[in-house]
């Protein structure tokens, strides 16, 4: 140490790399004894950059629960980036198998705005059609009269066998447009 050095100002702390906490996230097995080894760091942080105030003894549930907060926005920053970053922008909606989820007032949402834009160009194939019904995802089958009616479009293009770049027939046509002017937005 310096001559004239002041040791609180000589302890610096800098969290460019998570090495050292990510090491001790990855040796202990315990969550209650993760929380405690973090707890008893920052006491030691703090007790090396304060000389007069020193905290000895137990923890207090004040520094557990400061460890405790700690790892959890750690492992949410490191294992969510993109949802941490909409929720510190104050965005209220991510996506939950491929349906948009307003968390704030609980509703599930899909896209059909690029759907709509997709169907609008208005090429009236079989390969246009399965295109469309294509874009759709749909896992918890929410759409799923929409999708069906589409599906079963297609089989009746298969039966009639219409190639892919031939124009609908007129019936088939209509029934598209009219389900697709029908599509729930």
Known sequence: ???NSNPENDISLTMTQNDFFENIINISNSY?????VISFLYRFIHNCKTRSAKIKGPLTSKEVSYAEN?????LHEKEFPEEMRKLLAGANETQVLGLSWNTHEDYLTTDTKSL???VSLDKNMKHFILKAVGKFFDPLGLI??????MKCLLQDLWREEIQWDDPLPT???KEWKNDVRNFPT
């Open 1 to 3: 140490m310096k001559k």
């Open 32 to 36: 209650v004894k993760l929380i405690r």
């Open 70 to 74: 700690w790892l959890i926005r750690s």
């Open 116 to 118: 709509l834009e997709f």
């Open 144 to 149: 799923s009269p929409f999708t069906g009616r």
């Open 171 to 173: 019936h088939i046509e």
